[in-house]
């Protein structure tokens, strides 16, 4: 797969053009204050009341209204959760929209899964650094980066790619590296990631085996302990060098442990259910239920999260955190 660095993109693309972020949360403080600091012209749109707001007007910006700001840009990114952005882009964003300005994302649910459909002179691209917002500004002031996908849905332009390239200097991604992908494969990918892997699959395994012990009679607090907070040792050792530096670092017996009890644990039927959970995102099942879910009050929504909210893992974990004077409160 080719990867672009900072001489495959020309910021100069960008150099006479008003950039929008609309949304000064996780990903849109990151984007913006890189982009200013690459000298690129950026206007915030966020609107008031909130400590995004204040944010935005400490980091030195005069936040304005999303229908101000897109009306004042070239290059609109739309930076809010997935679930308002039609919306906002409805009201706010496309009475604005002129032929030649180049709508941005930083994630492609609406635009593939045609919640957003941008008139045809529009060029429709996506940015999208692989990592949260604040290790995006974060690396970017100390002269490093986040890498980066981009993506080109709509080419009005002829240049759409080579401004998401630029956009993606702009926010420092080429320093590190930007790869190309399509809006499909970025929004299949990362719904089934979080899905089936690291936000769902992770914590039923954490619950599972949190509560396995627990029913067997051992204390809670040991149970978290090897259940969760050990998590992190491990992922630590996976993220610096894969599965084979996890390997070579824990016991023998753990390692003899992991090859053969872990293909039990997540085996043909986990497998199988990997493969559906894949399908109902491909046929557009998945987006279809989060949409009418937040469209008719999150009832369902509001009742899982306050069940696991209220799981013994959290009321234990609570109390052995307090123990973690290094943690941030
Ligand atoms: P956040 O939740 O951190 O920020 C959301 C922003 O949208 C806030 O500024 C919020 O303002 C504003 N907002 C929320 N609701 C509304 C509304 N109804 N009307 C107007 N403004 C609203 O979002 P993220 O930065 O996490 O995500 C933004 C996009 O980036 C998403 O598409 C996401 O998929 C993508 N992304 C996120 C990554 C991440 O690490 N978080 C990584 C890569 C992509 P207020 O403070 O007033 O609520
Ligand atoms: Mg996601
Ligand atoms: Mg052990």
Redesign the pocket.
Known sequence: MKVYYEDDADLNLLKDKTVAII??????HAHAQNLRDSGIKVVVG??P?????ELAKEHGFEPVS?AEAAAAADLIMV????Q?QAE?YKNDIKPHLKPGNVLA???G?NVHFEQIVPDADIDVILA??K???HLVRRTYTEGGAVPAIIAVDQDASGKAFDIALAYAKGIGATRSGVLETTFREETETDLFGEQAVLCGGLSELIKAGFETLVEAGYRPEIAYFECLHECKLIIDLIYEGGLAKMRDSISDTAEYGDLTRGPRVINEESRKEMKKILKEIQQGEFAKEFMVENQSGKAHFSAMRRINREHQIEEVGTELRKMMSWLKK
């Open positions: 949304g000064y949360g996780s990903q849109g966020q609107r009341g909130g400590a995004n707001y999303a930076l809010l959760p997935d308002v906002v994302f930083g994630h649910f999208a650094p990592g949260p917002g």
